[in-house]
Each structure stands twice: as C-alpha cells, then as structure tokens.
C-alpha cells in the first residue's frame, strides 16, 4: 500500500508560481512511475505531467509544456511540480499519483491540493 500527501497548493495571481509537493509512504517508492493530474470544477481529470523512476524521462501535455517542471528525490519519497507563468486555467485540484507497472493505470492516488489563480 502506498499514502500520496499532496501540499503547497494555494492562491495566487496570474503569472506567478507555486510548488506543489508529493510526499510517498513505501519503501518502494523509487520504482515507480509518479504523475500528476488535475480536475477543474465540471472537468474531467486531466493528465499535467509524469516522471520516470529515475527521474530522467518526464512527460508533459501541450497545456503546461515550457511552464510546469516535474521532479523526484528518491531519498526523501518525494516528487515536486514546480508551476511557473500560472494561467486562471490553471485552476484546480491537482492530484499526485503512482503507478506501478508501466503503461497501465495509475495504481495510488493522493487527496488532491487546490490551485486557484486569479485574473
């Protein structure tokens, strides 16, 4: 089993940046694929970044591509989103999840943090 703790979400105005923060119980943390998705008021879930194991590939959607940063630090069970240049579409709760075997369904899912950004 494994617990996602998400934190560092907030408000702020358009063009600013937060870090958003991932905290993972397990041993196993280092093995898996970690991502992060968002879900927007009357939305479905949208996918916002992803890193591999050992943080060297990392995946973005067109959307945050150039703004959002992903990363891991394996010793801490950590994985960061680093959001830069925020939009008011940004707005959401964004969720952290881990993902055991490759290419399937993320397996865990944190409580979700809220971003707002202000116009």
């Known amino acids: 089993q494994v617990s996602l703790v998400e934190s560092g979400g907030g408000l702020v105005q358009a063009g600013g940046s937060l870090r958003l923060s991932c905290a993972a119980s397990?041993?196993?943390?280092?093995?898996?694929?970690m991502g992060w998705f968002r879900q927007a008021p009357g939305k479905e879930r949208e996918y916002v970044a992803s890193?591999?194991?050992?943080?060297?590939?990392?995946y973005y959607p067109d959307s945050v591509k150039g703004r959002f940063t992903i990363s891991r630090d394996n010793a801490k069970n950590t994985v960061f989103l680093q959001m830069n240049s925020l939009k008011p579409e940004d707005t959401a709760v964004y969720y952290c999840?881990?993902?055991?075997?490759?290419?399937?369904?993320?397996?865990?899912w944190g409580q979700g943090t809220q971003v707002t950004v202000s116009s």
């Open positions: 999840a881990a993902q055991i075997v490759r290419n399937r369904p993320y397996d865990y």
């Open positions: 397990g041993r196993t943390f280092s093995s898996y694929t």
């Open positions: 890193i591999n194991w050992n943080g060297i590939t990392t």
